[in-house]
């Protein structure tokens, strides 16, 4: 693809380059423009049809749309605008500088600008926040032929016109219609016939993760947004939605990391940035696991009579954050998915201390053969298989109910992931090493 | 819902209840199902209608739908079926034990069965195991009205009529059409004018998760899946690549805490399963960190000596362990998206190594004044001081680069996380941190 542009490029080909262009994906035209100098991109941009131009537009990061605005004349920036989707236009306004902001509402009518101010205002993750104001609206004493006049007339400047919404005199959403029921129906239907009434639907204010849920579980294309007093006032379609459970998913990851989620990619974001996300959690965890040490030094004298015992201190604290994070993995994805509920708290613990007795057995005999033939050392391998069941009922413990709890107090339960319980089972786990060994031992 | 449901169960309105079920979500009335007894179960599903009865279906469980099967008569399962898409009777046919496949193949007709087992034999996780065969083929030299007269003639059967499919007389794939685009176009335009040449595709044989994500990156709601010869054989919706997506999550998280992906949700999974998915790993892990723990025997006379050394042990292998993490779950997660590619190696490593510096520069700092502070012991200071920048060093490279080297050699990335890296870099702290003891203080 990039040798083909290149080339005709330099052949100055500008019509072949055209062809070309309106042949490619829009997504994937983007990929183009890394590989061009910027004057370059310009021209290459400027040979692309009004809406594909507006099409590739969307696709660009933003700091190549920054880039290319910039570069616009005016008129040639009111086009694309003009062609995006409401939703789009303001995902743009958000990320723009003040500078590019003022000339983007330049271009677009008062109408327009005062919609665009309207979805400003709602709140960041809000269903309002991510809803296009263009759908289809359509009455229910309509026949499906006026249904589909009505559709050919307004449909172009819709986002999507699959989903049809029938709307009362005050604009209360009655239900939807689908354009394939209304195709597929005889000809005269009353859209009465065909409205499912009670559809799923989203509030402005809902939260975005929980609408974006909702197309996973009713396998839906497009939610309508109403407001409080049930009027229809956008609709969010299914890429965005795509878009907000990915982000939903590269945060928790990032926590469940000791990580303050970046906004960009990888390589986008500067290596100052990516220290900044970083230093805060490994400072916190860094200051935590000190209190392990202080602890350890109160056993100074256990450990300088029976120097072996330093030798099981990294193998139990290891086991232990393992066992923690296998659980609380698992509990922060059920809570994310609602598998796991709140109230579940006490069925969920009673499967883990089973798993932890069951995991447990497995790994005091694996140890207890290991020290047996390394050391044959009953009275080690009995302190030491003591303490690991001990550790490993204990984080598999946490590991369920730190989450929980913390969803219960309405923090992010995927902060309770692996760095955290593996912090807080070390010092019980040398805690309890040392005071089982100071019993069995004669230290 | 619940209370509602029982209570017209109770007072056996059985035509209230019809009317109540028909308006609810076919997503939602499973869980009706939940709360009610076997008989009472299939009492309230013969009140579906069929349509309803089939959605309901295809969003049960698969321990339910078997239940279900068992306790239906033939005709009714066959009214299940004949309502099911292919892609649906296919999974369906997946889950179920032989003797309730051998009914459900009972009630489909012989030309049916042979697309069903044409479906059945392409691989686990290719694009034919998840495609329908269910789609509207268009002729490129129809005009629109003749397209949607077809569309109106075959869409009953088609799980999407959205995008339609433009085949030559060879059933090659020759483009795609909007059903937007043909309603959205002036009368008598033919559909020559409408195509999309060089559509999104895919290949029976392709991997579903690279599939999947042709859907985000691209924005389409269905694509078309064709064979060597590009004649097209099925298309895959978007509901199927989500799940495709979202299980592919799930599993990541799952390898990137150390266990082995179960297929069942949380409480679904038995006691015995969730312990068989964890030992494994629990127990390399375990033998790994075995080792770490006999190289601390052979500096026994270092902490001997130094006994407050054995206190430095937790925080570096934790900090060791934290940075790894967070490195590594950014290049699992990185790869995994296709912003990071085998051959960025060196860009990913460098741009790690600095931010080790920044990190390791902030938690030196932090931890020398600690020191300072509590034991005002400038040569200890100093050996953990270097150590620390050491193992953040190594543990951010390695995070780095066994990922990578991981995907370069064919495995998955996700096993090189956390729990692996830790294991690793725990030896080389402890390594690193005697020798540099050894080599600073007077041992």
């Known amino acids: 693809m990039i040798e083909e ?78 062609e995006l989707f409401m939703d789009d236009t303001v995902d743009l306004i958000e990320e723009m500088p003040s500078n590019v902001v003022k000339r983007i509402l330049k271009t677009v009518n008062v109408k327009d600008r005062k919609v665009i101010n309207e979805l400003l205002n709602y709140p960041e993750d809000s269903a309002g926040s991510i809803m296009t104001t263009e759908f289809v609206d359509l009455k229910e ?20 016109i699959y989903t049809c919404y029938v709307l009362d005199d005050t604009r209360e959403l009655v239900g939807v219609v689908s354009l394939r029921d209304i195709i597929l129906s005889k000809p005269g239907t009353s859209l009465k016939e065909l409205i ?17 849920k909702k197309f996973e579980k009713y396998d839906v294309t497009a939610i309508p947004v109403v407001d409080k ?45 990516h220290a900044k996300n970083r230093i805060l959690w490994l400072l916190l965890l860094m200051l935590s696991s000190m209190i392990t040490g202080t602890i350890i030094t109160n056993y100074e004298n256990a450990f300088a009579s029976v120097p072996i015992l330093v030798a099981f201190i990294p193998m139990l604290m290891d086991t232990g954050g393992n066992c923690g994070s296998q659980t609380s993995t698992l ?45 044959n050392n009953l009275e080690l391998a009995t302190v030491v298989g003591i303490t690991l069941m001990g550790v490993v009922f204990l984080s598999k413990s946490l590991g369920c109910i730190l989450p929980i709890a913390a969803k219960k107090i309405k923090l992010d339960p995927a902060i309770m992931a692996a ?16 005071n089982v060994a100071l019993l069995i031992m004669d230290i």
């Open 331 to 375: 509990i922060i994805r059920g809570l994310a998915k609602d598998e796991i509920r709140i109230k579940d708290f006490l069925r969920a613990w009673w499967k883990e201390a089973r798993v932890a007795i069951l995991v447990g057995f497995g790994l005091v005999v694996a140890n207890t053969i290991r020290i047996m033939i390394q050391y």
């Open 196 to 212: 499912v009434q009670n559809p799923v639907t989203a509030t402005t204010l809902e939260d975005q993760e929980d609408v974006a």
């Open 229 to 273: 007093e049930n009027r229809l006032v956008g609709i969010i379609t299914i890429d965005d939605a795509i878009d907000v459970l990915q982000e939903e998913v590269k945060e928790d990851f990032s926590k469940m990391a000791a990580l303050t989620p970046a906004e960009d990619s990888y390589f986008r974001t500067s290596v100052f940035a």
């Open 141 to 160: 004493k309509m026949t499906v032929e006026q249904a589909i006049e009505k559709i050919k007339k307004i449909g172009d400047d819709k986002e999507s």
């Open 5 to 82: 542009v290149n080339e005709l490029f330099k052949s100055k080909s500008f019509n072949k380059l055209h062809d070309y262009l309106e042949e490619l994906n829009s997504a994937d035209i983007p990929l183009l423009f890394d590989n061009l100098e910027e004057d370059e991109c310009l021209v290459v941009y400027r040979l692309l049809s009004k809406t594909k131009a507006a099409e590739v537009f969307t696709y660009m990061e933003s700091d190549m749309q920054e880039k290319l605005i910039n570069a616009l004349t005016d008129k040639e920036l009111k086009a694309v605008i003009d």
């Open 419 to 434: 760095p955290i319980i593996s912090t807080i089972v070390d010092t019980c786990a040398v805690l309890l090493f040392f």
